[in-house]
């Protein structure tokens, strides 16, 4: 976990070059509406990247009760992590076509079983060179099973606990309920503060600079991560927005995974829409 700490959350190619280590590039790509992230991969990938399913290796079952995309089983992330070729002491840096806000699902994976991951800051995008449409060969890793470590969760309670300060990563439309093309009840959990992850790039896809992320949370009140829980449509892209805190230096909060594929399902709970 130490060791880990010293690799940044967002890293570029120029950073990437520097190492003297193994890197395994991850392609992420994952889209809400069902588009095929795997054809995209094949239509074209950084040179060596290895494909990263999101639905089949990053999230397990989807139920009402659990949500569109919990978190795997420990021991179907590591068979995943082991057929794509990474291993327990990889560094892996995720990317996608969406600035990060997807890669960000493995990256806090990874750093939170203490494994070296970052997201590569601008995707795809941020590479000049020509992209390959084969996938690499893989030899079988080693990747040890491990769980997902509490103090870093949060489940419903914890999002409806004035314990804690719960922040909502989905663009404002969806915080405020008009529109949620998913979703059975449009909305916000009440109390929730709206840090959409999206702002946190620029028009290229790339994260904005410390001072403008800085002034992102603290004008929704955050100035550490202490006691916050992070949640989106379904604990994807809530992972960016904890990792941008830690870019910060703000700290580790905890992701609400169930986020409000799962709130909204639970219709006794009340939906807030200012």
Do not use: K
Request: charged share 20%; net charge negative.
């Amino acid at each position: 976990m130490e060791e880990n700490r010293l690799i940044p959350p967002f890293v570029n190619l120029d950073w990437c070059a520097g190492q003297h280590r193994r890197i395994v590039l991850a392609d992420t790509r994952w889209y809400l509406d069902g588009a095929s992230g795997r054809d995209a991969y094949s239509r074209g990938h950084l040179p060596g990247a290895v494909f990263v399913d999101l639905d089949r290796w990053l999230s397990g079952p989807a139920s009402p009760d659990e949500g569109r995309n919990p978190l795997p089983d420990p021991a179907v992330f590591a068979e995943g992590m082991r057929e794509c070729g990474i291993g327990d002491s990889d560094l892996v840096v995720a990317y996608d076509d969406a600035g990060g806000v997807i890669a960000a699902r493995l990256v806090w994976m990874l750093r939170a079983t203490g494994r070296h991951a970052a997201v590569l800051d601008g995707g795809i995008a941020s590479y000049a060179g020509p992209l390959e449409t084969e996938a690499p060969a893989t030899v079988r890793s080693t990747f040890t099973d491990r769980p997902w470590p509490e103090h870093l969760l949060a489940d419903i309670g914890d999002a409806t606990s004035p314990a804690f300060q719960v922040v909502d990563a989905r663009n404002r439309d969806r915080y405020l309920g008009q529109h949620d093309p998913v979703d059975p009840r449009p909305g916000h959990i009440p109390g929730a503060r709206n840090v959409p992850c999206r702002r946190n790039l620029d028009p290229a896809g790339q994260l904005l600079s410390e001072a403008q992320l800085l002034g992102n949370f603290q004008r929704a009140g955050i100035d550490s991560a202490h006691q916050i829980v992070s949640y989106c449509g379904s604990g994807v892209t809530a992972c960016h927005n904890l990792l941008v805190l830690e870019h910060l230096g703000l700290g580790r909060g905890r992701l609400f995974v169930g986020g409000w594929s799962q709130y909204s399902h639970a219709v006794d709970l009340p939906v807030a829409t200012v």
